[in-house]
């Protein structure tokens, strides 16, 4: 594929602007800081309807029967280990609780250390989740080899496919984050932002680029392999040769993005649509050839001191009601009986479009040691 970059005059004008608009926004930021815009709600919590005179149903749907609601209820906690973003998973318990009146208590790693910490506790038979969500289905595969998950149906059990419920029920796909990438939008202008992910080759943007690095979990495998397969196997050379940042983790390359010190970044989309909820000077692109969509998952433990609240906590998720509310973050839920997010304004494209891109768990798994052998050596990462 033969690309056309910009370069000279063109280049050496985008560096000058971005450095007169790095200034600007510290500018902004000094002022800011004096009386800083109300953050904005990414998910009305209160929105819902919900009824607990007879179980829990929540605008119209019945999550638990009255037995298991009063169990639950009973139990009052649930703790959850997650390597979903903190405050995306923040919004996720502030909507739960809302409908429960159940606190959850939220430890918080990223996914290799999470794994570390529950086959650690696990094999130690000290396990302290009562719930674990994770991404890669490798990372939820040797979990749950080592016994960490316990088989739960949840309503409309029979309902879901095999691309949801895996092994009985062990552990279930609730949904979908989108990755792309995004910009400062104090240092970049909309008209002036990539379109597509081949821009990012582009003479312009080299210095000016954050991505996340392949082994922070399965996220980066499958935004790589979404690379390799949709847009060739010259693209990740080119982009190395932009001499990018790289970030251990997607929340630290968007914390950058959003301090000015990268123009533009691999992300994901809900983690833009909350950092800009919070004020963070970010918006994200749809790309001309689609986003890589990562799986996530979540699963009852078999050492659960609250048996009732982390049922009710896996139905809720994979309910209407939870779905809705991965939507309103700006996830793809795994229920196919909802409308596409709205985020920032943008419209997602449906999964049927071609837009949005899952990539088998199994071709992940058959292709990571290549893949990551291959990435270490464009990029020089140690």
């Not at 104090?186 to 932002?193: G, I, K, N």
Request: some cysteine; glycine content about 8%.
């Amino acid at each position: 594929m033969t690309r056309v970059t910009r370069t000279g005059e063109a280049g050496r004008t985008r560096r000058g602007r971005v450095t007169a608009a790095a200034l600007a926004a510290a500018a902004l930021g000094l002022a800011a800081a004096c009386a800083p815009p109300p953050s904005v709600d990414v998910v009305d919590a209160e929105q819902a309807s919900v009824d607990t005179s007879d179980g829990l149903v929540v605008d119209g749907e019945r999550i638990a029967d009255a037995e298991l609601f009063a169990a639950a209820t009973d139990e009052g906690s649930l703790s959850l280990y997650s390597g979903y973003v903190e405050n995306s998973e923040k919004e996720v318990i502030k909507a739960f609780e809302h409908d429960t009146g159940i606190d959850v208590e939220l430890v918080r790693l990223v996914p290799n250390r999470l794994a570390e910490r529950v086959l650690s506790e696990q094999g130690a038979g000290r396990l302290g989740a009562d719930v674990v969500r994770t991404s890669d289905y490798d990372i939820a595969s040797r979990m749950r080899d080592a016994g960490v998950f316990e088989a739960h149906e949840v309503p409309d059990y029979d309902q879901l496919d095999d691309t949801v419920r895996y092994h009985g029920g062990e552990f279930y796909r609730v949904f979908n984050p989108l990755y792309t990438f995004a910009y400062n939008t104090v240092l970049v202008d909309e008209e002036d932002a990539p379109t597509s992910w081949w821009d990012l080759t582009e003479a312009e943007w080299r210095g000016e680029l954050g991505i996340t690095q392949i082994g922070a979990g399965g996220s980066s495998l499958t935004l790589n392999r979404f690379q390799e397969e949709t847009l060739g196997e010259d693209f990740l050379p080119a982009l190395a040769d932009q001499e990018p940042r790289i970030f251990d983790s997607s929340s630290a390359a968007l914390e950058s993005l959003a301090r000015g010190e990268v123009a533009v970044a691999t992300g994901v989309v809900s983690s833009v649509n909350i950092a800009a909820s919070k004020n963070a000077p970010v918006n994200f692109v749809i790309p001309d050839e689609g986003m890589a969509a990562y799986d996530y998952f979540v699963g009852k433990t078999s050492s659960a001191r609250h048996e009732a609240a982390a049922e009710l906590f896996v139905d809720w998720n994979l309910s209407r009601r939870g779905g809705d509310v991965f939507r309103q973050i700006g996830e793809f839920p795994a229920r196919d009986d909802l409308t596409p997010p709205e985020v920032l304004g943008q419209t997602l494209p449906t999964l049927a479009s071609g837009g949005v891109v899952r990539i088998d768990p199994r071709v992940l798994l058959d292709h990571a040691a290549t893949d990551q052998r291959r990435w270490l050596g464009l990029f020089g990462y140690l």
